[in-house]
């Protein structure tokens, strides 16, 4: 089984910088794609940002230029680096994993407890 920790999350103000991290721990053969979405009160979850084994990125449009994602593959660990926060950034952010147990498994998707953000004026 593996297990999802965020941290880092917290209340900052409008123009400020948070960073969060994504430890993923248990049995892990390898991670293919890592990523960071969230969900506000009221509203869907969303994509924020997403980083696959390869270096390619995604973000959203809100986001971009603002945020960056980044992983250290040895540590098994996702980074969310959120700068220029809004209030509109404000939810509760989840880390996103899709993870293969073994050479010969099918991945499996993984999410964790998630992290609250929040950010006034």
């Known amino acids: 089984q593996v297990q999802l920790v965020e941290s880092g999350g917290g209340l900052v103000q409008a123009g400020g910088s948070l960073r969060l991290s994504c430890a993923a721990s248990?049995?892990?053969?390898?991670?293919?794609?890592m990523g960071w979405y969230r969900q506000a009160p009221g509203k869907q979850r969303e994509l924020v940002a997403t980083?696959?084994?390869?270096?390619?990125?995604t973000y959203a449009d809100s986001v971009r230029g603002r945020f960056t994602v980044s992983r250290d593959k040895d540590k098994n660990t996702a980074y969310l680096q959120m700068n220029s926060l809004k209030l509109e950034d404000t939810a509760v952010y989840y880390c996103?994993?899709?993870?293969?147990?073994?050479?010969?498994?099918?991945?499996?998707?993984?999410w964790g407890q998630g992290t609250q953000v929040t950010v006034s004026s």
């Open positions: 996103r994993a899709e993870v293969y147990s073994s050479f010969y498994s099918m991945p499996t998707i993984t």
């Open positions: 248990g049995r892990i053969f390898s991670i293919t794609d």
């Open positions: 980083l696959t084994k390869d270096g390619s990125t």
